[in-house]
């Protein structure tokens, strides 16, 4: 068998820019289900009984149906109900922040429920508020404790995007099926994909792990 | 406004804090019974007895981290207040070191000592940090300011304990099995330091199973069981002549023999 990768040479700039789609949809993921996990998470440890109801709701909706469910649904389903319409991309973004946020506020609320309860009381015998025991002993511990799970959300998120390209985003994925049924190599390209994902994660989650263990004793009451 | 008739100075010891019938409740069960005592201005009060009878929770009431199912506690001539606000106002006058140090990982000692005046009163950092760089220096932790928790010895870490409480320039510390969690080799260095503070005039309350601590720094212990103070009195009349039998089995218990 012989290999050709003229393909995906001669259409680097056309794949880097579906890198760079790919991209561009991870950090927009990722502060929408940041924003989304945190205020979900900080609601299910600190907010009424009656608001956690509506948010272990969303969680179990999220973790229970497949993203690729909720990607097809906002952007087929969506429409047609409520007359709304999102580009493409704004609906994956949407679907995989949605999905991702679930997981987010998990992780927020086991890392605050990890701070043991006697760093509470020590801060609350210093005179401090529930608030300023939250905000200044509390979060920062959970923060660190919280790091290595947020690695493996970085490189989710990333690997997840690849599922807009079932609604024709012009991603890494999109963009390689399109190369490999034009050039008939999908060999040769599908394989230049794999590679390139697994070059971006690679260096991504070692980043966290190295940054972790050196920030833990932080986290370690 | 209330006014407050200033303290007489020498011959009336004034009370710093007053117990009154105290109860405490989980659920069913009586975790303090009708306690009464009385903390003087100056006064080592020494709490003494097995586990479980009650003393983490009368000073966990002192400050109301919980709150009393019964009988009223008298801070400084008035009862604790129910309010949160005011709460945290009487919190700021105690000082409280906890078994396990509680010390903050992700702060350096300095900034453990300094984050209560910094939070709470609103210090400036500079100064916060210079009050806090004098209380480690008065714990003889002046060399390990920048040092993190995790690199400090169990005994190490509850003298910046005590300087963190310190920083509120507290009227009264209480103490919970400081030195239970420690090696014995650093037992001495907390203890001497609580000494110190004791010398200085400072009020304290101490849950302690040290009981030679107890003998020679305590101005009063109290020996706590089931939720009750069996009895009270002076160190030598509870180490040399207790009243009850149940002080004695507890003194011989601990290896105390008068
Ligand atoms: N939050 C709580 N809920 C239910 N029971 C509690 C709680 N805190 C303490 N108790 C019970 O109250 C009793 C007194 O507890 P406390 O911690 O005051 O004892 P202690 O005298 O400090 O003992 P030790 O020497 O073991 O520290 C114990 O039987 C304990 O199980
Ligand atoms: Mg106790």
Same mark, same amino acid.
């Given at each position: 068998?012989?290999?050709?990768?003229?393909?995906?040479?001669?259409?680097?700039?056309?794949? @880097?820019?579906?890198?760079?789609?790919?991209?561009?949809?991870?950090?927009?993921?990722?502060?929408?289900?940041?924003?989304?996990? $945190?205020?979900?998470?900080?609601?299910?440890?600190?907010?009424?009984?009656?608001?956690?109801?509506? #948010?272990?709701?969303?969680?179990?909706?999220?973790r229970?149906? +497949?993203?690729?469910?909720v990607?097809?649904?906002?952007?087929?389903?969506?429409?047609?109900?409520?007359?709304?319409?999102?580009?493409p991309?704004w609906?994956?973004?949407?679907?995989?922040s @949605?999905?991702?946020?679930?997981?987010?506020?998990?992780?927020?609320?086991?890392?605050?429920?990890s701070?043991r309860?006697?760093?509470?009381?020590?801060?609350?015998?210093?005179?401090m508020?529930?608030?300023?025991?939250?905000?200044?002993?509390?979060l920062?511990?959970?923060?660190?404790?919280?790091?290595?799970?947020?690695?493996?959300?970085?490189?989710?998120?990333?690997?997840?995007?690849?599922?807009?390209?079932?609604?024709?985003? +012009?991603? @890494?994925?999109?963009r390689?099926?399109?190369?490999?049924?034009?050039?008939?190599?999908?060999?040769?390209?599908?394989?230049?994909?794999? *590679?390139?994902?697994? #070059?971006?994660?690679v260096?991504?989650?070692?980043?966290?792990?190295?940054?972790?263990?050196?920030?833990?004793?932080?986290?370690?009451? | 406004?209330?006014?407050?008739?200033?303290?007489?100075?020498?011959?009336? +010891?004034? &009370?710093?804090?007053?117990?009154?019938?105290?109860?405490?409740?989980?659920?069913e069960?009586?975790a303090?019974?009708?306690?009464? *005592?009385?903390?003087?201005?100056?006064?080592v009060?020494c709490?003494?007895?097995?586990?479980?009878?009650?003393?983490?929770?009368?000073? %966990?009431?002192?400050?109301a981290?919980?709150?009393?199912?019964?009988?009223?506690i008298?801070?400084?001539?008035?009862?604790l207040?129910?309010?949160? %606000?005011?709460?945290r106002k009487?919190?700021?006058?105690?000082?409280?070191?906890?078994q396990?140090?509680?010390l903050?990982?992700?702060?350096?000692a300095?900034?453990?000592?300094?984050i209560? &005046?910094?939070t709470?009163?609103?210090?400036?950092?500079?100064?916060?940090r210079e009050?806090?760089r004098?209380?480690?220096?008065?714990?003889? *932790?002046?060399?390990?300011?920048d040092?993190f928790?995790?690199?400090?010895?169990?005994?190490?870490?509850?003298?910046?304990?005590?300087?963190?409480?310190?920083?509120?320039?507290?009227?009264?510390?209480?103490?919970?099995?400081p030195t239970? $969690?420690?090696? &014995?080799?650093?037992?001495?260095?907390?203890?001497?330091?609580m000494?110190?503070? $004791?010398e200085?005039?400072?009020?304290?309350?101490?849950v302690?199973?040290e009981?030679?601590?107890?003998?020679?720094?305590?101005?009063?212990?109290?020996?706590?069981?089931?939720?009750?103070?069996?009895?009270?009195?002076?160190?030598?009349?509870?180490f040399?002549?207790?009243?009850t039998?149940?002080?004695?089995?507890?003194?011989?218990?601990?290896?105390?023999?008068?």
């Open positions: 068998m012989e290999f050709d990768f003229s393909p995906v040479v001669d259409s680097w700039r056309y794949l @880097l820019d579906g890198v760079g789609i790919s991209l561009m949809l991870s950090v927009w993921t990722m502060l929408g289900s940041l924003a989304l996990g $945190a205020a979900v998470g900080l609601g299910r440890v600190y907010g009424s009984a009656w608001l956690r109801v509506p #948010l272990v709701f969303y969680i179990d909706t999220m229970s149906i +497949p993203v690729l469910v990607l097809v649904w906002i952007y087929f389903a969506m429409p047609l109900l409520t007359g709304l319409n999102l580009s991309f609906s994956a973004a949407v679907a995989l @949605l999905h991702i946020a679930a997981y987010v506020a998990e992780i927020i609320r086991a890392g605050i429920q701070v309860e006697g760093q509470t009381r020590a801060g609350l015998a210093l005179g508020s529930t608030a300023q025991v939250v905000r200044v002993i509390v920062p511990q959970a923060l660190v404790r919280m790091l290595p799970a947020f690695g493996s959300i970085v490189s989710v998120t990333i690997k997840d995007t690849a599922i807009a390209s079932v609604i024709a985003v +012009p991603e @890494l994925l999109r390689s099926e399109t190369l490999a049924g034009q050039s008939f190599r999908p060999i040769e390209v599908f394989t230049a994909a794999m *590679l390139i994902y697994f #070059l971006l994660l260096p991504a989650t070692r980043l966290i792990d190295l940054l972790y263990r050196r920030v833990a004793h932080l986290g370690r009451s | 406004m209330t006014m407050i008739a200033p303290k007489e100075s020498g011959s009336t +010891p004034s &009370p710093v804090l007053i117990y009154e019938k105290v109860r405490k409740l989980y659920g069960f009586v303090l019974d009708e306690v009464s *005592l009385r903390v003087d201005a100056g006064e009060v709490l003494i007895g097995p586990s479980g009878s009650g003393k983490s929770t009368l000073l %966990r009431c002192t400050n981290l919980e709150p009393i199912s019964g009988g009223t008298y801070f400084d001539g008035r009862a207040p129910s309010v949160d %606000r005011d709460i009487v919190r700021q006058r105690m000082g409280m070191v906890f396990n140090f509680e903050f990982p992700h702060k350096s300095l900034d453990n000592v300094a209560g &005046p910094m709470v009163l609103g210090m400036p950092k500079t100064q916060a009050r806090a004098a209380l480690l220096a008065k714990v003889n *932790l002046a060399d390990k300011v040092s928790p995790s690199n400090l010895s169990g005994g190490q870490q509850q003298r910046v304990a005590i300087a963190r409480a310190l920083a509120m320039e507290p009227e009264v510390m209480l103490f919970d099995e239970s $969690a420690l090696d &014995p080799e650093t037992i001495g260095e907390v203890l001497n330091v000494k110190a503070l $004791a200085e005039g400072m009020t304290m309350i101490v302690t199973h009981m030679a601590f107890a003998r020679r720094v305590a101005d009063r212990v109290a020996v706590f069981e089931h939720g009750t103070i069996l009895e009270h009195g002076s160190p030598e009349q509870i040399e002549n207790p009243e039998a149940r002080t004695r089995d507890f003194l011989s218990h601990l290896g105390w023999d008068g």
